[in-house]
T-cell receptor
Framework: GQNIDQPTEMTATEGAIVQINCTYQ??????LFWYQQHAGEAPTFLSY????GLEEKGRFSSFLSRSKGYSYLLLKELQMKDSASYLC???????????FGGGTRVLVKP | DSGVTQTPKHLITATGQRVTLRCSPR?????VYWYQQSLDQGLQFLIQ???????AKGNILERFSAQQFPDLHSELNLSSLELGDSALYFC??????????FGPGTRLTVT
């Protein structure tokens, strides 16, 4: 099976940086995804890591260490609209189904 | 807008009934996935189709079934509905492997 753990909730101040950690245990790893989801809306794709290292996309960066089963999503220059849930998901090599963590709810305060 | 469409947006029905949820993938995407999201269970993978064939199955109940048609749209059929089936049902699509793009979801309420 797959265990994916991420913190339930985090709070940060507008303009600051927040790092959301995700640890996973899986066999046949094919990639790690981060999605953003506002309440009642569809998850929106943020990033995809398949090799170790850092992927940067504007204010968002994602890091992966396959040997440690660890990833993080870094959100810089936080804006109020970044208040949302952030979902870590792992894809297995057979097929492309995603197994999601429980999500981290980020609250950005003024 | 992800390019994935789902209908209906909302559905309210009674226990014991049967409903059909519909999904049209992004243009060019051959894979379609169905997910269920409830408050206590998070986002759970149900089933995947690739170019009309079932590719992977997750935590899908026997009362639920799905199919993908030659034009690549997909339908998820939910029967003998129970209160616990109330949830958001998302469809996602992808070219093959890689990122999946999610539709807006269908909110099902079973009363």
């Amino acid at each position: 099976g797959q265990n994916i753990d991420q913190p339930t909730e985090m709070t940060a101040t507008e303009g600051a940086i927040v790092q959301i950690n995700c640890t996973y245990q899986t066999s046949g790893f094919n990639g790690l995804f981060w999605y953003q989801q506002h309440a009642g809306e569809a998850p929106t794709f943020l990033s995809y890591n398949v090799l170790d290292g850092l992927e940067e996309k504007g204010r968002f960066s994602s890091f992966l260490s396959r040997s440690k089963g660890y990833s993080y999503l870094l959100l810089k220059e936080l804006q109020m609209k970044d208040s949302a849930s952030y979902l870590c998901a792992v894809s297995k090599a057979a097929g492309n189904k995603l197994t999601f963590g429980g999500g981290t709810r980020v609250l950005v305060k003024p | 807008d992800s390019g994935v469409t789902q209908t209906p947006k909302h559905l309210i029905t009674a226990t014991g009934q049967r409903v059909t949820l519909r999904c049209s993938p992004r243009s060019g995407d051959l894979s379609v996935y169905w997910y269920q999201q409830s408050l206590d269970q998070g986002l759970q993978f149900l089933i995947q189709y690739y170019n009309g064939e079932e590719r992977a199955k997750g935590n899908i109940l026997e009362r639920f079934s799905a199919q993908q048609f030659p034009d690549l749209h997909s339908e998820l059929n939910l029967s003998s509905l129970e209160l616990g089936d109330s949830a958001l049902y998302f469809c996602a699509s992808s070219v093959a492997l890689g990122e999946q793009y999610f539709g807006p979801g269908t909110r099902l309420t079973v009363t």
